[in-house]
């Protein structure tokens, strides 16, 4: 590609490359594509993942994290593997590759690929083919939806048409499938935890009212862990003064879920800080985190809005039971 100057013509290579560079990085990823057809040079420049990590953290940034990042290099290696060719030929035809793991009861949904048969190739290595596979909704990627009053493990791709999401998780037994999720109840896991596995906690010792976590909880041992909103209280024999309070090194946690109404049995639960699981009528509860930013406790309050009468809040909101 040539440029006329005003003493003629001056070859787009002939720039100094941290020029090039700056100018790559004004193009949007369509006229990144279009300028790495130009020749071979430019083609290796408009593939770096330098350009691409930025237009991945723009558009994905808060969907996909660490875990999606890690099941995408899983799919290329076992693409790449040579004991896997004769698998990848049956995959390809079925249209995937990795759509579960585990056995019942620890089924549990990971990520998976439709039409992974581009893997094998050198682009699949760069952050370009991420990008496009998200974009284009082949990479159907982990990642947590709000329902309700919960958050939950899914798998999601995106729907151009929408520009919204699809969503798939399971649930007693049933593949469970959601369209036109919207951007605002997707987020990227924030610890890398199977969904039947208790989070091991690192907060317990440090907690005191007024703090702010999420908790894990399912309604048997059998099922897979959900995550909801509670804010540490103080216990019942306390009189909340602030001086004299000593809540905070109790062996005990009062847990307030400002989601059910006065009076619900899901208001007010007691859990020991050891951070065993502990049953209740309502439920199993395991691991906790604490939210320390106010992002995270803003984006709760905004999808799990106090309660002050009895609410009856279905679990599985917008899904519909598909067989695959």
């Known amino acids: 590609m040539d440029v006329i100057g005003p003493r003629g013509s001056i070859s787009l290579l002939h720039i100094p490359e ?15 594509v279009r300028m790495s057809e130009v020749c071979t040079c430019l083609r290796d420049n408009c593939r770096s993942d330098s350009l691409w990590e930025v237009h991945i953290n723009q558009k994905w940034g808060g969907v996909i994290g660490d875990v999606a990042f890690k099941e995408w290099q899983w799919h290329i290696t076992a693409a790449k593997e040579k004991e896997l060719n004769q698998l990848n030929k049956e995959i390809n035809q079925k249209g995937s590759l990795g759509p579960f793991n585990g056995t019942w009861p620890m089924l549990y949904l990971r990520s998976y690929v439709e039409d992974c048969s581009h893997l094998n190739s050198s682009l699949s290595k760069s952050l370009m083919a991420l990008y496009f596979s998200l974009e284009n909704g082949k990479f159907w990627f982990p990642a947590q939806v709000f329902m309700g009053v919960f958050v939950r493990d899914a798998l999601l791709r995106y729907d151009s048409k929408t520009d919204n999401f699809q969503a798939r998780l399971q649930s007693g037994g049933w593949h469970m499938m959601a369209t036109n999720v919207q951007w605002d109840k997707v987020r990227a896991p924030p610890v890398d935890t199977l969904p039947y596995v208790r989070y091991v906690s690192d907060c317990l010792p440090e907690l005191k009212p007024g703090d702010h976590i999420e908790i894990q909880r399912r309604y048997r041992r059998e099922t897979s862990y959900d995550w909801c909103y509670a804010i540490i209280g103080h216990m019942d024999s306390c009189n909340e003064n602030e ?8 062996d005990t946690l009062m847990l307030e879920f400002k989601q059910y109404s006065e009076g619900s049995r899901m208001r007010r639960v007691k859990l020991q800080r050891n951070g065993e699981e502990y049953e209740e009528p309502s439920g199993c509860y395991g691991g906790i985190r604490k ?15 106090l309660r002050r009468t009895t609410v009856n809040i279905p679990l599985q909101v917008g899904f519909n039971n598909v067989l695959h």
């Open 18 to 32: 941290p020029i090039l560079e700056r100018i790559l990085k004004l193009l949007s990823p369509q006229e990144l």
């Open 243 to 250: 001086k004299l309070c000593s809540c905070g090194h109790s």
């Open 291 to 305: 939210l320390r930013s106010e992002e995270e406790i803003q984006r709760w309050e905004k999808h799990v809005p």
